[in-house]
């Protein structure tokens, strides 16, 4: 919220020094920004337990909510592991991407606007 103090004109009526002012409120209507979905795609290679490993370090799943989301990934070939603003999504993308490089897995991460 911003506040304008606008002043008005001596009115000439004598009085001397003084200033009024009327005080007006512009309130801007902020957008909420897009929300992309990170995903998690399957491929025949990476093990279901090293998922699991990534959906509990990087989107802060417990054990239970991370198998099974896991178990979706592998049956139905993607799932979703969170929703967040894009520089948070782009973030998780890449360090996702970069963990299952770096443990030799060839596992795919990627974003879409939800």
């Known amino acids: 919220m911003n506040v304008h103090l606008a002043d008005k004109e001596k009115d ?9 002012g009327v005080i007006t409120r512009t309130q801007s209507k ?3 920004p897009s929300l992309y979905k990170v995903l ?3 491929d025949d290679y990476t093990p279901m ?5 990534v959906l509990e370090r990087f989107f802060g799943k417990g054990r239970e909510e991370a198998t099974v989301i896991m178990l979706h990934v592998h049956q139905k070939g993607v799932g979703v592991c969170g ?9 998780k993308v890449t360090q996702v991407m970069d963990f299952a490089r770096q443990h ?7 974003m879409e606007k939800e």
Request: proline content about 3%; glycine content about 14%; charged content about 15%.
């Open 40 to 42: 998690l795609l399957n």
């Open 30 to 32: 902020t957008k909420k």
């Open 83 to 91: 929703v967040y603003t894009y520089e948070i999504a782009e973030t």
């Open 49 to 53: 337990e090293f998922v699991v490993h």
């Open 104 to 110: 030799s897995h060839p596992l795919q991460c990627t």
């Open 12 to 20: 000439g009526g004598g009085k001397s020094g003084g200033q009024t």
